[in-house]
Structure formats: C-alpha cells, structure tokens
T-cell receptor, first 116, second 113 residues
C-alpha cells in the first residue's frame, strides 16, 4: 500500500505570496490532518479534515486554511506568507474506523516551505 | 492545559544501553498517548501507543510506562542500537475529538557504537 504522499516536497516563496500544498492520504483513509514543524515551536496541529469537513482546528491565524475533496485528498493554503511561516508542513492520514477508538496517524514526508 | 512536556532534549546512550525519555501532561481528558520516531528528511512514524487504563505496554525493545496519578509516561528503549538514533516525540490526544495530537518538544537520541 502506498504511503501518504505530499507535493511539492520543497517550495521557496517570498513574503506576501500565497502557497498551496497537497496531500494524498493512504487509500481508504478518511481523516487527514496537517501539522507545522519548526525548530522553535516543534510539531503543532493545524487542522483535521474528515469527510470534507473541518473537524478540528489548531491555534493558527486565518491565513492558514485547508480543504478536503471527496476522494479524501487534501490541500492547505497559506496566504500572505510571512518569514515565520518557513517550516516543514506534514500531512497525516488515518482510517477512522470509529470515533473514540485508537486511530493511528500515518505521516507523509512533508513539504519544506522556505519564505524569503 | 494542552501542553505535553518532554525531557530530556537530547540523549546519548551507548550501544546496548537503555534509553529513557519522559513526558508529563496536564489535561486529564487525554486518553491516547502515542510515541513517534522521526528520522531526518522523513515524517514521524508511530512507534508504540498506550491508553491510560494500562500501566505498561511492550513491543519488542520498546516499552511505554504510564503513571496516571502522576500524569506521566515514559518510553524505554532496551538494548539501544545505532539505528535507533532519531528524534522521538511523545504525544497525547482525546480520541473522542478526533485526531488532534499535542506533541512534546522532542528528544534527539544518539546511540554510540
């Protein structure tokens, strides 16, 4: 089974621009979560999508948004990029058999975003 | 209340030794505690996870010890190998609310051969 794939793997943008990152979950997985990883703040939860609906949201400004498509693929968008948005953005998918049960999240390799 | 505190920040262990990483949490609503391993250039991968109704869980050389009253849990890596050199993250979540993981800051483990 193919793992979680993220595109692109590397991205360089300048301040003020916007960016869209893509995530393809493992086949059959319905939940997709996004995390930001930086040396200073570590791994921080951005949001989770399930059945095309945002189910959870972390403490990030409205410049960060996402969506999920009917095939469970997900995109996240960051508008008006700031230098501090430079990070590794990780996508994780899980099967979601039932709420309240353990649901292993499988992470992709991430997209390394550099904002100049 | 959402924080998970992890220590130490870095750890050097001799090959064959025991690596111990500790985490503490405040939110008693957390009911799922996974540990993730991350190699450079890769995303985190689930190593082992525990629920608070269990005090210990072992999978191969990896053991989680869980102390509910102290709100602490730890990862023990027995017979540590150079291939275990990686960054380890503890995490916590409330399963009813979905897949929002709160991560510790991470521990960089180096196993010397």
């Amino acid at each position: 089974k193919a793992g979680v794939t993220q595109t692109p793997r590397y991205l360089i943008k300048t301040r003020g621009q916007q960016v869209t990152l893509s995530c393809s979950p493992i086949s059959g997985h319905r939940s997709v979560s996004w995390y930001q990883q930086t040396p200073g703040q570590g791994l921080q939860f951005l949001f989770e999508y399930f059945s095309e609906t945002q189910r959870n949201k972390g403490n990030f400004p409205g410049r960060f948004s996402g969506r999920q498509f009917s095939n469970s693929r997900s995109e996240m968008n960051v508008s008006t990029l700031e230098l501090g948005d430079s990070a590794l953005y990780l996508c994780a998918s899980s099967m979601e058999r039932d709420r309240g049960l353990e649901d292993t999240q499988y992470f992709g390799p991430g997209t390394r975003l550099t904002v100049l | 209340q959402q924080q998970v505190k992890q220590s130490p920040q870095s750890l050097i262990v001799q090959k064959g030794g025991i690596s111990i990483i500790n985490c503490a949490y405040e939110n008693t609503a957390f009911d799922y505690f996974p540990w993730y391993q991350q190699f450079p250039g890769k995303g985190p991968a689930l190593l082992i996870a525990i629920r608070p109704d269990v005090s210990e869980k072992k999978e191969g050389r990896f053991t989680i010890s869980f102390n509910k009253s102290a709100k602490q849990f730890s990862l023990h890596i027995m017979d540590s190998q150079p291939g275990d050199s990686a960054t380890y993250f503890c995490a916590a979540s409330i399963m009813e609310y979905g897949n929002k993981l709160v991560f510790g800051a991470g521990t960089i483990l180096r196993v010397k051969s």
